[in-house]
């Protein structure tokens, strides 16, 4: 998952890097070895290509949250909301008081090293709220 307009950029010149490679297989290659490079580089671009999309749509504000069953479940759609909502890593490490590399950390594992009092600070500093219900 693209988590930074960083990390954008950086995909799409990997995207354009296996365009390239394309079109020298195109020109240098030929029989099944050819099928199964161009194969590969289109999957990539594909894969890219989607990411791109994702990353894209929640720059808009396009984010849809799933019904959750259980606090452990959150933790990963917690980029997706700071992208949809507008926080930059580096604004959402300001929010905190920490560096940009922490956040970075935390997404890295997907917050799943977040204690759940962290979890909260950073869903009040994006602008989410969480509600939760206990049932026995």
Do not use: C, H, W
Not at 12 to 37: S, Y
Not at 63 to 88: C, E, H, W, Y
Not at 122 to 132: C, Q, R, T
């Amino acid at each position: 998952m693209i988590k930074s307009d960083a990390q954008r950029e950086r995909t799409a010149a990997q995207i354009e890097g296996f365009r390239q490679a394309l079109t020298k297989v195109d020109r240098e290659m030929t029989g099944k070895r050819a099928i199964t490079v161009r194969g590969s580089y289109e999957g990539m671009i594909r894969q890219l290509e989607d990411e791109l999309r994702e990353y894209d749509d929640l720059k808009s504000g396009d984010l849809t949250l799933p019904n959750v069953d259980r606090l452990d479940q959150i933790a990963p759609f917690v980029a997706k909301m700071r992208i949809a909502k507008g926080v930059s890593q580096t604004e959402l490490a300001r929010r905190l008081g920490v560096s940009k590399q922490v956040i970075s950390r935390y997404e890295e594992a997907e917050y799943q090293t977040v204690a759940i009092a962290r979890l909260q600070e950073i869903l009040d500093a994006i602008g989410i709220k969480a509600l939760v219900t206990l049932s026995t």
